[in-house]
């Protein structure tokens, strides 16, 4: 009667101290011995609820750090993208210092923009004398230099995205081309998914497009609008200077 008790909270403590955390030792007496098992199942209780709440917590700390991680490695990819954007508007701004031939300059524009920026198909529409046409004047994919062979045109205001932006002068954006009404189905360039056209201005006078094209739908961030938008601007200046 005397020793049963105390084997039975010795092995309990034994197997909590192992990490068995769940300990419920029965109470047969009412003295000392059963008031001690009775503190030892209250403090196994508190010591359990404590270690869970522990673990709840370096869970949770653990998911967050994760977040962070995730967020930490798209802002790197972000930085080393723009990054590599800027290296290709200082690029294109050197090119165009150094060359003043626009049968020359243009051609390296396009595949300055393409390798840099990933897009599959950049081209530098011009417009004709009277500004009816958008004429390509440079491309660097294979289906653009179909295009070149052929004299590849638009019409201003009618034609494509293209169109659009040498008529009104603004940006014309498609993420999915396939839900785009203005947009030019061409059988030389099939893969395009999503296309962006920036207009090239010159003392406050449209003379021709930037056209960029990708295999990918929404392609276009808020970051390549603007670094596209920049390029443009450099390329209507060496326009201008030629």
Known sequence: ALTEPIIRLTKGASAFASGQLV???????????????????????????????????????????????VELASANKRIQTRAVQFEALAQVTQTITSVRDLQSLLPIVTKVISDKFGFYHVGIFLLDEVGQYAILGAANSEGGRRMLERKHRLRVGEEGIVGYATDTGKPRIAMDVGTDAVFFNNPDLPDTHSEMALPLISKNI?????????????????????????????????????
Request: hydrophobic share 40%; no cysteine.
């Open 23 to 69: 300990q419920n030792i029965e109470i047969t007496t009412q003295d000392e011995i059963g008031d001690l098992t009775k503190t030892f199942n209250e403090m196994a209780g508190e010591i359990k609820g404590l270690i869970t709440e522990l673990e709840q917590r370096v869970a949770d700390r653990t998911k967050e750090l994760e977040g962070q991680t």
């Open 206 to 242: 449209i003379v021709g497009a930037l056209d960029v094209q990708s295999t990918v739908t929404g392609a276009f961030t808020d970051e390549d609008v603007q670094m596209l938008s920049l390029l443009a601007d450099q390329v209507s200046l060496a326009i201008e200077n030629a």
